[in-house]
């Protein structure tokens, strides 16, 4: 199991990602608008390093939803592939077999 305070940290930062959406995505496009002024694009700059930099989707870090490991992720079952073996071999996921010779 992974440390809780790293996993409600992640999931904190998934909150914000999903608050901060809406405006991130808005002040991006103001940015990339080559058909505005060069001060209306630098202050759209200024705004977007305002925001909390925990609201930005790249700070989020997959995490297996079992045991919330932060490496080895497969992001089809969202989750490591420790847990993904076990569950596999137990025959516990539809469609999937752990070969054995």
């Not at 080559?34 to 694009?41: T, V």
């Not at 790249?58 to 989750?79: D, Q």
């Amino acid at each position: 199991m992974a440390k809780t305070s790293a996993v409600e940290r992640n999931k904190k930062r998934e909150r914000l990602v999903k608050q901060y959406r809406a405006r991130r995505e808005a002040l991006k496009a103001k940015v990339n608008d080559r058909s505005l002024s060069e001060e209306e694009r630098f202050n759209a700059v200024l705004k977007l390093a305002e925001l909390p930099r925990n609201s930005s989707a790249t700070r989020v870090h997959s995490r297996c939803e079992l045991t919330g490991r932060p490496r080895g992720n497969y992001r089809k079952f969202n989750l490591s592939r420790v847990v993904l073996r076990d569950l596999a071999t137990a025959g516990q996921i539809p469609g999937m077999v752990k070969s054995s010779w």
